[in-house]
């Protein structure tokens, strides 16, 4: 057990001595959540997005669905009813978080006056089909990509991003739609534009990645998504976070150590090392299983002892009986028939419970009715002809 310990302490504070000055491995997921600082997080737009709407309340949704919250905040008490806010409704993600039921109701909030701002690849298909967009992927287009906002007056810059920006507009409604921005390294696709409805707009934007902690802090990109966002009107701003927020925290009690590579490999060397322990300590210490004989039926033995001493004595008439009174209460015991007539009742009664063929059990009890008859042949022919009788039924 000493061994054991001392390996395991080893091995762990040879782990902790090597991975102590290794750099902590870069999570590259693209979580898109305001709580992650990993470079494809939302943490420094969540703490910038005040200033970029200045004068304008900033209000976030993280614990209830889009739904939810406009439908609350929906006025019926009124001659007209409307929404007790007005703004835009803003939601940023590398795929689509927001359930239908919620489409429906920002479909609803738009069209009584207000927007929506919707940056993601993978757009809702109840969206696209109302405001008759299509989304498609250049998979062609690898590496360094370009982006810019479309201005017909002034030249605009054109921003270089160092991720592979694939998803684009490849059809919209020319008569309603407006254009707002581009990308492409040799091709120019539409990436950003403003749809009319009803009353309201969508703003719909295929780049995400512009607003990650890695191109925020980039020398100018920040520019970018400051001036996509300029685009929009001033008005309060509600913020939709409850898709990125708690999807990747883990609720294991064990998430601290397995968060961490030295204490993860240190925890899995403590479980392979505990199994191989068990496994050679249980075989050591098992101990040799007695074979243990089965104990005899003494009853048997005994049944033969006295059935023997009957025989020798030549007292077959107290055999028959015995034989006899032990048939009919195992009749009596086990199928409860009652004996005292042996008659066509009975063997009928018999011969249902017992299934035995009707004619053994007449000749069964013609021979028990002749013998209490005092009707004897041969002694030994009647008790051997008795015992065969009763072993074809109770056998």
Known sequence: MKIYIAVLVFILA???IIDRDQPKPIDWRPTYSVNDKIPYGLYVFDK???GMFK?????????VTPYEFLDSKYDEDTLVENYKIKGTFINISEAN???DQSIKEIFYFVSHG???FLSMKNFPKYLLDTLKVEVQSDFQNTGNTFVWLA???VKTKKYKFSQTLEDYFSKIDTLNTTVLGYQGVKQKHVNYIKVPYRNGYFYLHTQPVAFTNINLLKTDQYQYAENVLSHLPKADVFFYTKGQNDENISQSPLRYILS????KWAWYFFLIGMLVFIIFNAKRKQRIVPILKPLSNSTVDFTKTIGNLYYQEGDHNNIIDKKIIYFLEKIRTEYLIDTTKLDDTFIQKLHHKTGKSVTDIQELVFLINEHRNSYHGSLEEDLIRINNAIEKIIH
């Open 114 to 116: 207000n927007n929506a």
């Open 55 to 63: 004068n304008n309340k900033v209000e976030r949704i993280s614990t």
């Open 48 to 50: 910038e997005i005040s």
């Open 14 to 16: 040879l782990i902790l």
């Open 151 to 153: 201005n017909k007056k």
């Open 260 to 263: 961490q590579p030295g204490l």
């Open 97 to 99: 978080t927001i359930d």
